[in-house]
Protein backbone atom coordinates (compact mmCIF):
# COMPACT_ATOMS: atom_id res chain seq x y z
CA UNK A 1 0.00 0.00 0.00
CA UNK A 2 1.63 3.12 -1.02
CA UNK A 3 1.58 5.43 1.71
CA UNK A 4 2.94 9.34 2.37
CA UNK A 5 3.08 10.98 5.37
CA UNK A 6 3.83 14.25 6.30
CA UNK A 7 4.66 15.58 9.86
CA UNK A 8 6.56 18.83 11.16
CA UNK A 9 3.86 21.10 10.79
CA UNK A 10 3.22 23.63 13.56
CA UNK A 11 2.65 27.33 14.95
CA UNK A 12 5.40 29.68 14.44
CA UNK A 13 5.94 33.65 14.23
CA UNK A 14 6.64 35.32 11.23
CA UNK A 15 10.11 35.12 10.71
CA UNK A 16 10.19 31.71 12.12
CA UNK A 17 11.08 28.07 10.39
CA UNK A 18 9.77 24.57 10.15
CA UNK A 19 10.94 21.74 8.30
CA UNK A 20 8.70 19.59 6.95
CA UNK A 21 8.92 15.54 6.39
CA UNK A 22 7.11 13.57 4.29
CA UNK A 23 8.48 10.16 4.78
CA UNK A 24 6.81 7.45 1.39
CA UNK A 25 6.50 3.68 1.30
CA UNK A 26 5.10 1.29 -0.49
CA UNK A 27 6.97 1.81 -3.61
CA UNK A 28 10.06 3.03 -4.56
CA UNK A 29 9.94 6.39 -4.12
CA UNK A 30 13.55 7.39 -5.23
CA UNK A 31 11.94 6.91 -8.58
CA UNK A 32 9.59 9.28 -8.74
CA UNK A 33 9.88 13.56 -8.80
CA UNK A 34 8.71 14.78 -5.42
CA UNK A 35 6.41 17.73 -4.78
CA UNK A 36 4.99 19.97 -2.24
CA UNK A 37 1.84 21.85 -2.55
CA UNK A 38 -0.12 23.91 -0.05
CA UNK A 39 -4.07 25.04 0.50
CA UNK A 40 -4.89 27.87 2.38
CA UNK A 41 -9.11 27.93 4.20
CA UNK A 42 -11.06 29.14 0.44
CA UNK A 43 -8.46 29.04 -1.66
CA UNK A 44 -7.46 26.17 -4.40
CA UNK A 45 -4.57 23.71 -3.98
CA UNK A 46 -1.06 25.52 -4.90
CA UNK A 47 2.28 24.36 -6.24
CA UNK A 48 5.09 24.93 -3.96
CA UNK A 49 8.20 23.05 -4.77
CA UNK A 50 9.57 20.01 -6.62
CA UNK A 51 12.36 18.00 -6.51
CA UNK A 52 13.43 15.67 -9.45
CA UNK A 53 13.31 11.72 -8.60
CA UNK A 54 17.40 11.70 -8.51
CA UNK A 55 17.64 15.23 -6.44
CA UNK A 56 19.65 17.07 -8.88
CA UNK A 57 16.69 19.64 -9.77
CA UNK A 58 14.51 21.43 -8.20
CA UNK A 59 12.07 24.17 -9.02
CA UNK A 60 9.74 26.86 -6.94
CA UNK A 61 7.05 29.25 -6.81
CA UNK A 62 8.08 32.84 -7.27
CA UNK A 63 6.18 32.84 -3.88
CA UNK A 64 8.69 30.93 -1.68
CA UNK A 65 11.52 30.87 -3.74
CA UNK A 66 14.88 31.88 -1.64
CA UNK A 67 12.91 31.43 1.62
CA UNK A 68 11.82 27.67 1.19
CA UNK A 69 14.19 24.66 0.52
CA UNK A 70 13.18 21.17 -1.08
CA UNK A 71 15.49 18.60 -0.36
CA UNK A 72 15.70 14.40 -0.07
CA UNK A 73 16.98 12.41 2.21
CA UNK A 74 20.04 10.34 2.16
CA UNK A 75 17.33 6.89 1.66
CA UNK A 76 15.60 8.85 -1.02
CA UNK A 77 12.32 7.69 0.66
CA UNK A 78 11.35 10.72 2.50
CA UNK A 79 11.57 14.62 0.98
CA UNK A 80 11.96 17.47 3.34
CA UNK A 81 10.75 21.60 2.74
CA UNK A 82 12.52 23.69 4.68
CA UNK A 83 10.92 26.88 5.19
CA UNK A 84 12.82 30.04 6.46
CA UNK A 85 11.46 33.33 7.26
CA UNK A 86 7.99 32.67 7.45
CA UNK A 87 5.07 34.81 6.84
CA UNK A 88 1.55 34.82 7.70
CA UNK A 89 0.53 34.53 3.67
CA UNK A 90 2.11 30.79 4.62
CA UNK A 91 -0.62 29.33 6.26
CA UNK A 92 -1.91 26.60 4.98
CA UNK A 93 -2.47 23.05 5.13
CA UNK A 94 1.15 21.42 3.35
CA UNK A 95 0.79 18.36 1.03
CA UNK A 96 3.54 16.07 -0.13
CA UNK A 97 2.67 14.38 -3.56
CA UNK A 98 4.27 11.39 -5.54
CA UNK A 99 4.44 11.86 -9.76
CA UNK A 100 2.37 9.69 -11.89
CA UNK A 101 5.30 7.97 -13.39
CA UNK A 102 8.75 7.43 -12.78
CA UNK A 103 12.38 8.93 -14.18
CA UNK A 104 10.22 11.65 -15.70
CA UNK A 105 12.83 14.50 -16.33
CA UNK A 106 10.18 17.55 -16.17
CA UNK A 107 9.23 19.42 -12.51
CA UNK A 108 5.73 19.24 -12.36
CA UNK A 109 3.80 22.41 -10.61
CA UNK A 110 0.16 20.60 -11.32
CA UNK A 111 -1.76 18.94 -9.08
CA UNK A 112 -2.86 16.71 -11.59
CA UNK A 113 0.36 15.27 -12.57
CA UNK A 114 0.81 13.56 -9.40
CA UNK A 115 -1.12 10.49 -8.62
CA UNK A 116 -0.41 9.91 -4.64
CA UNK A 117 -0.73 12.65 -1.90
CA UNK A 118 -0.23 12.73 1.61
CA UNK A 119 -2.70 13.92 4.35
CA UNK A 120 -0.94 17.30 5.26
CA UNK A 121 0.45 18.98 7.89
CA UNK A 122 -0.76 22.14 9.21
CA UNK A 123 1.48 25.37 9.16
CA UNK A 124 0.44 28.40 10.87
CA UNK A 125 1.85 32.02 10.99
CA UNK A 126 1.19 34.03 13.29
CA UNK A 127 2.12 37.82 12.99
Known amino acids: QVQLVESGGGLVQAGGSLRLSCAAS????????MGWFRQAPGKEREFVAV????????YYADSVKGRFTIARGSAKNTVYLQMNSLKPEDTAVYYCAADRVAFQMDLPATPGRYDYWGQGTQVTVSS
Open 26 to 33: GRTFSSYT
Open 51 to 58: IRWNGDST
